[in-house]
């Protein structure tokens, strides 16, 4: 009897330990609290900003808030500049100059960040006011690359890191209209697939030219924005069985929509569409495409968004298939183990 109690303590323990491997939520996938901290979106390299800018924006520490009483607009001798302080998207808090700012003046924009678990500091950045510009009312082009098959990383899903698949995928490529690359940095993007969400983008989530800034997201348990795919095939045999299947677009031809929305603006931004359509390679559809087929191997690899020079890498190799069995100790054989181990200690007691 002892006996027995002794071996499913034991797998009581081996399945408590399982248990402590499997990934947390998605909300546990980012950086720790104030990691990153406030961000103030401002023209890359020191541009000047708009003097008629609708609002400027603030961006929290990831996960938490800032302190609206603590958002302010400076002058260089500390003269605190009227202004309002709304609620923006992604839990942003937006600043807006009661009267429009005067072009040549250096301005000090400063906020607090609000964590949890840890004090914070008040930051700040200086910018310079330059001379009024129209509002935009166009956004720009949208094309699409022609679609390629190969290995590649994905991001933010539930598995709370990078995951190598094999898969159809195509980039969006964007190209910013001129009135609208003054005022990009107070933009916050989103991208349809074919009326549904893909993913979105923070303010200053995409450059002058049009490319994601791949840096401001990566703690961020989030797809990239223009990266579009159709899962195909898993990379590695332990994938097959102890993740979640892949969360991407069906086989087929689909519509993407990008839309930009001006932070605090008064103004609708026409949104850009552009048509595609994805498949998975014959060789790759053979060796299946659902939860738990075959795992795949060789081809190139190529990192899932549009700041690859080639984003078109050569056709992946035929996948060679891989059995649940290959990756490791499943449970299934862990109990058919035990059952037979079990059966050996009875016929022991009883001689």
């Known amino acids: 009897m002892h006996g027995h109690m002794w071996q499913w303590s034991t797998v009581g323990m081996f399945f408590f330990g399982m248990g402590a491997l499997i990934p947390t939520s998605a909300r546990a996938c980012v950086a720790p609290n104030c990691m990153v901290g406030v961000r103030f979106p401002l023209p890359e390299g020191g541009g000047v900003v708009p003097a008629n800018i609708p609002g400027l924006v603030t961006v929290p520490p990831l996960l938490e808030n800032v302190d609206p009483s603590t958002v302010r607009l400076l002058l260089p001798d500390g003269t605190q500049v009227p202004a309002t302080v709304t609620a923006g998207a992604h839990q942003t808090q937006v600043l807006v100059p009661d009267a429009p700012l005067e072009p040549g003046t250096t301005y000090r924009i400063e906020a607090k960040g609000v964590c949890q678990f840890q004090p914070t500091q008040t930051e700040s950045v200086t910018f310079t006011a330059g001379p009024a510009l129209p509002l935009p009312s166009t956004t720009g082009t949208l094309t699409v690359d022609t679609p390629g098959q190969s290995i590649f990383n994905v991001y933010g899903d539930s598995s709370c890191g990078t995951r190598q698949v094999n898969g159809n995928f195509t980039v969006l490529r964007f190209t910013p209209s001129p009135e609208l690359v003054p005022f990009l940095p107070w933009v916050h993007w989103t991208v349809e697939v074919d009326g549904e969400p893909w993913s979105f983008a923070k303010h200053s989530g995409l450059t002058s030219t049009g490319e994601e800034n791949l840096e401001l997201r990566r703690h961020e348990n989030n797809r990239q924005l223009l990266f579009l795919f159709t899962f195909c095939d898993y990379v590695g045999c332990a ?35 552009v048509d595609f359509e994805l498949g998975c390679a014959a060789q790759v559809a053979s060796a299946g495409t659902h939860w738990g087929s075959g795992c795949a191997d060789g081809g190139t690899e190529v990192d899932g968004g549009p700041m690859n020079e080639d984003p078109r890498p050569a056709p992946v190799d035929a996948p060679k298939g891989c059995t649940q069995a290959g990756g490791g100790l499943t449970v299934l054989s862990l109990l058919a183990t035990l059952r037979l181990w079990s059966g050996r200690s009875s016929r022991r007691a009883k001689n």
């Open 239 to 273: 994938d097959s069985y102890q993740r979640p299947p892949i969360d991407s677009l069906p086989p087929g031809r689909h519509r993407a929509t990008l839309k930009a929305t001006l932070e605090h603006a008064d103004l609708t931004l026409p949104s850009v569409s």
